[in-house]
T-cell receptor, first 115, second 113 residues
């Protein structure tokens, strides 16, 4: 069945390095994907909307040059955290919507820890 | 009972009891609402949804109630089980699309055996 696969599930990196997180739709084509960030004991905050073949739309306060989003195909969106700093440490979650009226599906999340 | 923690309200119930989790949503223009369950270290899992033209919808062991007058949503879980322990979020489509969601604060449900 339709699943959203997110990889990696956990990543630890040094401050100043860049980290790429992948979000794949399996068994369906995702015209739109969403990226969320979640700090401990808090809710999911929408960072950006990723549309296949066009530029992502970022929410207010999210730096587009720091959080690069690429949605180059109907099954893959990537989020790159550039020049990561400890304050970027968080749980990042993607979700994907298909071309019909299907339910929004979520990935399993990526725990990013920046040392 | 229910209490408000630093960021996350908590609800503690006994196994077998019914649980009621409440949510106040923010946008009167929202017309689609969803409840999600999130276990530690995992992504949200869909539980049940409701559209604004309804005030009640039932699933397996779960019921969602919508009161548009006071912008209130509730999730009722019947015969709560230890496996129901998780954080529960309500979400609304305040962006106009079914998919662009705004999440509520969440409630941590703990089921005691």
């Amino acid at each position: 069945g339709a699943v959203v696969s997110q990889h990696p599930s956990r990543v630890i990196c040094k401050s100043g390095t860049s980290v790429k997180i992948e979000c794949r739709s399996l068994d369906f084509q995702a015209t739109t994907m969403f990226w969320y960030r979640q700090f401990p004991k808090q809710s999911l905050m929408l960072m950006a909307t990723s549309n296949e073949g066009s530029k992502a739309t970022y929410e207010q306060g999210v730096e587009k040059d720091k959080f690069l989003i690429n949605h180059a195909s109907l099954t893959l969106s990537t989020l790159t955290v550039t020049s990561a700093h400890p304050e970027d440490s968080s749980f990042y979650i993607c979700s994907a919507a298909g071309t019909g009226n299907e339910k929004l599906l979520f990935g399993s999340g990526t725990q990013l820890s920046v040392l | 009972g229910e209490s408000v923690g630093l960021h996350l309200p908590t609800l503690s119930v006994q196994e077998g009891d019914n649980s009621i989790i409440n949510c106040a949503y923010s946008n009167s223009a929202s017309d689609y609402f969803i409840w999600y369950k999130q276990e530690s270290g995992k992504g949200p899992q869909f539980i049940i949804d409701i559209r604004s033209n309804m005030d009640k919808r039932q699933g397996q062991r779960v019921t969602v109630l919508l009161n548009k007058t006071v912008k209130h949503l509730s999730l009722q879980i019947a015969a709560t089980q230890p496996g129901d322990s998780a954080v529960y979020f309500c979400a609304e489509n305040s962006g106009g699309s079914n998919y662009k969601l705004t999440f509520g604060k969440g409630t941590l449900l703990t089921v005691n055996p």
